[in-house]
């Protein structure tokens, strides 16, 4: 089945820098990738919306200049965390659709971010 | 506004069935997933629901009801690997995802 890989899968950081997370999709072409935080205890959190070629879909609640999203090529997308603090650290994930009429989304592995 | 309902927990003992029900409201609907999700792991994906009726996948089924706003996931033959948070999510007109909370699923020998 189709898979959708993320890079890196656990990252810490420094308070003040910026972290990049990939999302690939890598037997399929995603038009459209989607990224979620999870909350302990709590369902996904859907923050953005990545579509290939134009800006990124946020959230409500979501700030775009710190949680920057580019979808570059129809099998890349890139959440990068700028200026990350503590409160930023969390699991990301990132979900693509094939597309077609069941809108089947497949998952990355998530990314866990920690933020000293 | 939109909304999805899940139950917070449920229990069930081995080699049993359970149901986990979902109602939703969402502006336009284009069909509702069921995923299971492991504690720190992606979820996954379970089954796709977007007309009324049953689907069948083994040991776990998945039904829906359109003009209810209405959807379960039925568990047969229950195992102790199945412990795990289980998400209901539809999908609404602008094909965005709106996610239930989550049910966690604990299940007891």
């Known amino acids: 089945g189709a898979v959708v890989s993320q890079h890196p899968s656990r990252v810490i950081c420094k308070s003040g820098t910026s972290v990049k997370i990939e999302c690939r999709s890598l037997?399929?072409?995603?038009?459209?990738m989607f990224w979620y935080r999870q909350f302990p205890k709590q369902s996904l959190m859907l923050m953005a919306t990545?579509?290939?070629?134009?800006?990124?879909?946020?959230e409500q609640g979501v700030e775009k200049d710190k949680f920057l999203i580019n979808h570059a090529s129809l099998t890349l997308s890139t959440l990068t965390v700028t200026s990350a603090h503590p409160e930023d650290s969390s699991f990301y994930i990132c979900?693509?659709?094939?597309?077609?009429?069941?809108?089947?989304?497949?998952f990355g592995e998530g990314s866990r971010l920690t933020v000293l | 506004g939109q909304n999805i309902d899940q139950p917070t927990e449920m229990t069930a003992t081995e080699g049993a069935i359970v149901q986990i029900n979902c109602t939703y409201q969402?502006?336009?609907?284009?069909?509702l997933f069921w995923y299971q999700q492991h504690a720190g792991e992606a979820p996954t994906f379970l089954s796709y629901?977007?007309l009324d009726g049953l689907e069948e996948k083994g040991r776990f089924s998945s039904f829906l009801s359109r003009s209810k706003g209405y959807s379960y996931l039925l568990l047969k033959e229950l195992q102790m690997k199945d412990s795990a948070s289980y998400l209901c999510?539809?999908?609404?007109?602008?094909?965005?995802?709106?996610w239930g909370a989550g049910t966690k699923l604990i299940i007891k020998p």
């Open positions: 990545s579509n290939e070629g134009s800006k990124a879909t946020y």
């Open positions: 979900s693509a659709s094939e597309g077609g009429d069941t809108g089947e989304l497949f």
């Open positions: 629901n977007v």
């Open positions: 999510a539809a999908l609404d007109s602008n094909y965005q995802l709106i």
């Open positions: 037997d399929f072409q995603a038009t459209t």
């Open positions: 969402t502006s336009g609907f284009n069909g």
